[in-house]
């Protein structure tokens, strides 16, 4: 049976192997479920919190001397078009030629003629997936022209890259179990936050199971939109079975670390303007958060209340001045 979308966010989640197994394959997953268009997918972690090291390159199938050409890119990009590309959003996707055409053409041009085009390669499509403190992973295609993504594909890799985020995340630390749902989509224990938010842990298990059915490939699109990364932005969903094979799905904490901001500001109001700030809309940051697009509006009214702003320009421009000064 051929990969489809729904094996790239189950590969995300896999607690399985190590780091670099574990990026092999959800590159391989993609590249097989349509993010490969002929040059082969890569992948590899990263830390831009230093100009841009990365670590743990999979190569699958691209151009040969793409490792060489990566290095060199590391070694020579500056740290704003770095930034530019693989921090723009914490979880995006993009094509570097609309990225760094935006704001810095004559270096992509330069990227292009002296690092791409000896490959034989025209663009590259990216899916990254970077947290808060600058680490993060991609997953990516060589292309062989300047390529726009439409916006069918842009928004179905950028849920992807959520789920990515959040198996990066659970990867990189211990995450408390904060509920069990069986397979008839019952709580059968929460504790904390989680009793509060029982009943949407449950819809979330339905709609999940919905997704991995035959929705995947009926529309995958759909499937994609339905498997929440997070629930209440608090929980991801992952599968558990226990000792005699019964299956159950546990709700592990996941939230987003915060930037710093006002303490006026609640956990989600920050989590809200860490996501628009950097160009999402409300819908795919509804998605991202596990929360209605209703309840991100209003997560922007209360914030611009709250900093004393009225347009969310406005909120957004002065959130960003806090935070660079340090004043948040």
Not at 51 to 64: E, H, Y
Not at 97 to 119: I, N
Not at 318 to 326: C, H, I, T, V, Y
Request: positive net charge.
């Amino acid at each position: 049976m051929a990969t489809d979308l729904i094996d790239v966010i189950e590969a995300a989640y896999s607690p399985s192997g190590s780091d670099a197994s574990w990026l092999e394959a959800v590159a391989r997953t993609a590249g097989e479920a349509g993010l490969e268009q002929g040059l082969g997918v890569c992948g590899w972690f990263y830390d831009l919190s230093a100009g841009m090291r990365f670590w743990s390159p999979c190569l699958q199938g691209t151009p040969v001397g793409t490792l060489a050409t990566l290095e060199q890119l590391s070694a020579f990009t500056p740290a704003p078009v770095a930034q530019r590309f693989f921090s723009h959003a914490r979880a995006s996707c993009s094509t570097l030629s609309v990225r760094l055409g935006l704001a810095h053409r004559v270096v992509y041009e330069q990227v292009q003629r002296f690092a791409l085009a000896p490959l034989g390669v025209g663009d590259f499509m990216g899916v990254t997936a970077t947290e808060a403190d600058g680490q993060g992973c991609l997953i990516g295609a060589p292309l062989l022209g300047a390529t726009r993504l439409d916006r069918r594909q842009k928004g179905t890799w950028t849920r992807i890259a959520a789920h990515i985020l959040a198996g990066y995340r659970m990867r990189r630390g211990e995450r408390s179990v904060d509920a069990v749902i069986d397979s008839s989509y019952r709580a059968v224990h929460a504790e904390g936050d989680a009793r509060a938010s029982a009943r949407d842990l449950e819809d979330a298990a339905r709609a999940m199971d919905r997704s991995r059915g035959k929705l995947r490939y009926e529309d995958p699109d759909e499937a994609v939109a339905t498997w929440r990364s997070l629930v209440s932005g608090q929980w991801s969903l992952v599968d558990h079975f226990d000792h005699d094979g019964k299956r159950y799905l546990v709700a592990v904490r996941n939230d987003r670390p915060a930037g710093p901001t006002r303490a006026v500001l609640t956990g989600g109001e920050e989590q809200t303007l860490g996501l628009v700030s950097n160009g999402w809309s409300n819908k795919l940051a509804a998605y991202e958060l596990g929360v209605a697009p209703s309840t991100v509006a209003m997560r922007l009214r209360s914030a611009a209340r709250k900093l004393g702003t009225t347009t969310r320009v406005e909120t957004i421009r002065f959130w960003k001045s806090l935070r660079a000064g340090g004043q948040a």
